[in-house]
C-alpha cells in the first residue's frame, strides 16, 4: 500500500506534498521540487533560497549543486519548448521523455550532479541496452513502475537510447554542471561493425510482388488502400495516418503530399489499383471528429491514426496481417517494408533522382546536383511509377530483388 501524503507543517507552509515523495510549488505555471516528506524544513529552506531566481525566470544556483532529477526537468522543459516551435516531433519528445525516466531509474533522481562518475555511465550504458516493462509496484503513486528486463536489445535501438542519452549530459553540461560530466566514451554508440552485423543476421526486409498481393487482398479496405500507397508511393505508416484530402487528386490520379517527418516536397501518379482502393476506403470511412475531417484514413471512433506521442496503430494492424498471412518476423519486417520494396524496385527504372522525389529524401549537403535541379517532370515520376507497377502486376524479376 502507497504511503500516506503528509500534512503540512503549518497553514502558512508554502509547499504541497507530491505523490513522488516530494514537496512542490507551481511557480510560472512549471511545478518544481524542494526535498522529501520527512524533511519539510530542508525542503522549504531549498524553496526560500531559489524562489526568487524562479519567479524572475532565472535558473538559480543551488548551494549543493543541482540533482539530476531537477537536470532532467530542465532538459526537458528545454525539448518542451522546441516540441511547441515544431523543431522536433512529438515522436521524438516522447522518447527523449523515456530516455530520461530510464536515467533516473537507474542513477536515481536525488543524485547530485557532481556525484555523476564515469562509472556510473559505464553502468547506465549496460542498462539502457536492455529492455524495460510495466510491472505493478506499491511505491508508485500510479501503481506501476518501469523496470528492466533481461531482454537485450538490438544495437540499432541501443543506438538510439544512447544518442537521446548522450544529448541529455551535453544539456545538463552546457547549462548545469559546475564541472563536466565526462560521458562521451562510457555512452559511445554501437560501432558500424556490429550494426553490419545485425543487417547481415536479419536479411533482406523488402516483400516480393506475390506477398504484397496476398496482403493486398485479406485486408480491410482502408489497410488496403495504405498497402497500395506504400508500393505505389513509398508511403511508411506516418505517411498514410497523416494524408490529407487537399493533396490527393483521385480524379487526375496524383498525390502531392509532402513528406511529413522532413517537410520535403513529393508527388506520385496514383495506379489505378491504388486509386481503386482508396475510393472504397473513402466510402467506408467512419464519421470523423473534427479535428480529423481532413484526414483520408481514420480509426473506428473517427480520430486520425497518429497519437501525441507520434505512435500510430497502423503498424499494430499491418502485423496482425502479417501474421494472419504466415508472413510476420519480428524486427524483419512491417509496414515499412512496404517502403524498402518501392526503394528497391524503383531503382532499377534508372532515374534515382524521380526516385527520391517520389520517397520524399534529403539530399546530403554536398549533392551540388540536387541543389541546381530545380524540379523533377512528371516524365520521369510516371516512368518510375509505371516500371514498379510493370514489376508488381508482372512479377518479373529485377537486378535488385531475387525474385516475386
Given at each position: 500500500m502507497a504511503k500516506a501524503r503528509p500534512k503540512k507543517p503549518r497553514k502558512d507552509f508554502p509547499l504541497t506534498p507530491h505523490p513522488n515523495g516530494r514537496w512542490c510549488k507551481r511557480i510560472r505555471g512549471k511545478l518544481y521540487y524542494f526535498g522529501r516528506w520527512d524533511d519539510p524544513d530542508g525542503a522549504l529552506a531549498e524553496y526560500l533560497d531559489q524562489k526568487d531566481d524562479l519567479y524572475a525566470g532565472r535558473v538559480p544556483r543551488r548551494a549543493n549543486g543541482h540533482d539530476l532529477a531537477y537536470a532532467l526537468d530542465h532538459f526537458l522543459s528545454a525539448k518542451n519548448a522546441d516540441l511547441q516551435q515544431d523543431r522536433i516531433t512529438p515522436r521524438t519528445y516522447w522518447e527523449l521523455d523515456r530516455t530520461c525516466e530510464k536515467i533516473a531509474g537507474h542513477l536515481g533522481e536525488a543524485r547530485l550532479l557532481t556525484d555523476i562518475a564515469p562509472d556510473d555511465l559505464t553502468s547506465l550504458c549496460t542498462a539502457l541496452g536492455k529492455g524495460w516493462r510495466?510491472?505493478?509496484?506499491?511505491?508508485n503513486a500510479n501503481g506501476k513502475c518501469k523496470v528492466k528486463t533481461k531482454t537485450k536489445l538490438s544495437p540499432t535501438t541501443i543506438k538510439g537510447e544512447l544518442?537521446?542519452?548522450?544529448?541529455?549530459?551535453?544539456?545538463?553540461?552546457?547549462?548545469?554542471?559546475?564541472?563536466?560530466i565526462v560521458y562521451r566514451k562510457a555512452l559511445r554508440s554501437p560501432s558500424k561493425r556490429q550494426l553490419r552485423e545485425v543487417v547481415n543476421e536479419r536479411g533482406p526486409r523488402d516483400f516480393s510482388a506475390k506477398e504484397i498481393k496476398r496482403l493486398a487482398d485479406g485486408a480491410s479496405p482502408q489497410l488496403r488502400a495504405m498497402i497500395y500507397l506504400g508500393i505505389n508511393c513509398g508511403f511508411g505508416n506516418g505517411d498514410c495516418a497523416k494524408l490529407p484530402f487537399a493533396q490527393l487528386n483521385l480524379d487526375g490520379g496524383w498525390h502531392q503530399f509532402w513528406r511529413p517527418k522532413t517537410q520535403?516536397?513529393?508527388?506520385?501518379?496514383?495506379w489505378p489499383e491504388t486509386v481503386k482502393a482508396l475510393r472504397e476506403a473513402?466510402?467506408?470511412?467512419?464519421?470523423?471528429v473534427a479535428e480529423a475531417e481532413r484526414f483520408v484514413f481514420l480509426t473506428r471512433e473517427g480520430n486520425g491514426w497518429s497519437k501525441e506521442n507520434g505512435w500510430n496503430a497502423i503498424s499494430t494492424e499491418f502485423r496482425k496481417l502479417l501474421k494472419d498471412n504466415g508472413l510476420y518476423r519480428?524486427?524483419?519486417?512491417?509496414?515499412?517494408?512496404?517502403?524498402?520494396?518501392?526503394?528497391t524496385v524503383a531503382t532499377d527504372a534508372g532515374h534515382q533522382p524521380a526516385v527520391d522525389f517520389i520517397m520524399g529524401h534529403?539530399?546530403?549537403?554536398?549533392?551540388?546536383?540536387?541543389r541546381y535541379r530545380q524540379r523533377i517532370s512528371d516524365e520521369a515520376l510516371t516512368k518510375v511509377s509505371d516500371f514498379v507497377r510493370q514489376w508488381f502486376i508482372g512479377g518479373q524479376k529485377t537486378s535488385s530483388q531475387s525474385g516475386p
Open positions: 510495466n510491472v505493478k509496484s506499491k511505491h544518442t537521446r542519452a548522450r544529448m541529455v549530459f551535453l544539456h545538463i553540461n552546457e547549462y548545469l554542471a559546475e564541472k563536466p520535403n516536397p513529393r508527388r506520385c501518379p496514383l473513402i466510402e467506408k470511412r467512419p464519421t470523423p519480428a524486427g524483419v519486417n512491417g509496414f515499412y517494408s512496404l517502403r524498402r520494396t518501392f526503394e534529403c539530399p546530403p549537403d554536398d549533392d551540388m546536383a540536387a
